[in-house]
Structure formats: structure tokens, C-alpha cells
């Protein structure tokens, strides 16, 4: 999750085409019957809390920017993040048919807010044992 600054750089390695899924209930409602762990709940509607408000994805991934952007995931996210299996956080694989593309980048911009504000952001931070996601320093602008 925290493996770069703009949308763009997550889409390496990862489809950025996704169907539109059933969005479960807000996070309040769903915690005290759901058997889904966090890290496999679908919520496409909750933008997390930060800087971005709306993000629109482009069906063309820029080649350039997604090469930068596995540039910054080896660098700064491998350390507590595997593509295809859960480590010390979760797994980035497939994250854009679970998350909003606006979550996720409020994730990596601003983790620290999310797990204090983000229902969701707490209960990952709780299901990978208190582990919270380290704030990178990564901006917008540092990832053009």
C-alpha cells in the first residue's frame, strides 16, 4: 500500500481494469457480523481521509510512470509489503477491487491521519498485529 505517490505507479504489475463489485456497508456496520478479514473486505466507496479527493483512472498505463513506480515499490515498500502474499501488511495485489484508488493514495500520502480516522485503516492496522503503515515522506509531487 504504501508504494508510491500518484495512482499511476500502483498499477504495475497490477490490472487497473476492475468491475464494479458490491460494495459492502460501512466498516461500523459490517465489523461485528463480518467473517472477511480487512484486508479482503471490498469497499470501493470509502476515500479515506487526505489530501485526495477524486482520482480517475485512465484504461492506458503510462509505461514511464509505472516503471518509476516499481522503482519507489522496491525502494520503500518491499520491506513490509509482498505483491502476491501478506507479510508485515497486506498483500498490493488486486488492492484497486477492493479499495478506491483515492483510499489507497490516502494510504501512502497519509497514513498516520488514516489509522487515527479511517474505520477501515484501524481494523488492517489490527489485523496485521498493531503493524501501522510507515509514512514514506511520498507526495504527488514526488512521484511525477
Given at each position: 500500500?504504501?508504494?508510491?505517490?500518484?495512482?499511476?505507479?500502483?498499477?504495475?504489475?497490477?490490472?487497473?481494469?476492475?468491475?464494479?463489485?458490491?460494495?459492502?456497508?460501512?466498516?461500523?456496520?459490517?465489523?461485528?457480523?463480518?467473517t472477511?478479514?480487512?484486508?479482503?473486505?471490498?469497499d470501493?466507496?470509502?476515500?479515506?481521509?487526505?489530501?485526495?479527493?477524486?482520482?480517475?483512472?485512465?484504461?492506458?498505463?503510462d509505461?514511464?510512470?509505472?516503471?518509476?513506480?516499481?522503482?519507489?515499490?522496491?525502494?520503500?515498500?518491499?520491506?513490509?509489503?509482498?505483491?502476491?502474499?501478506?507479510?508485515?501488511?497486506?498483500?498490493?495485489?488486486?488492492?484497486?477491487?477492493?479499495?478506491?484508488?483515492?483510499?489507497?493514495?490516502?494510504?501512502?500520502?497519509?497514513?498516520?491521519?488514516?489509522?487515527?480516522?479511517?474505520?477501515?485503516?484501524?481494523?488492517?492496522?489490527?489485523?496485521?498485529?498493531?503493524?501501522?503503515?510507515?509514512?514514506?515522506?511520498?507526495?504527488?509531487?514526488?512521484?511525477?
Amino acid at each position: 500500500m504504501a508504494c508510491g505517490g500518484k495512482e499511476e505507479k500502483k498499477k504495475e504489475g497490477f490490472s487497473v481494469d476492475r468491475e464494479k463489485t458490491k460494495t459492502e456497508k460501512p466498516v461500523e456496520a459490517v465489523a461485528a457480523t463480518s467473517t472477511v478479514s480487512p484486508s479482503e473486505r471490498v469497499d470501493l466507496e470509502n476515500k479515506g481521509v487526505g489530501p485526495i479527493k477524486s482520482v480517475t483512472l485512465s484504461p492506458d498505463i503510462d509505461q514511464a510512470l509505472a516503471k518509476k513506480g516499481e522503482e519507489v515499490y522496491s525502494q520503500m515498500c518491499m520491506a513490509c509489503h509482498r505483491v502476491d502474499k501478506k507479510f508485515i501488511g497486506p498483500a498490493p495485489t488486486g488492492v484497486l477491487k477492493r479499495r478506491s484508488p483515492e483510499w489507497v493514495m490516502n494510504m501512502i500520502l497519509n497514513p498516520e491521519v488514516m489509522v487515527k480516522e479511517d474505520a477501515l485503516a484501524k481494523e488492517l492496522m489490527a489485523e496485521f498485529n498493531g503493524a501501522p503503515m510507515a509514512n514514506q515522506g511520498l507526495t504527488e509531487e514526488s512521484s511525477s
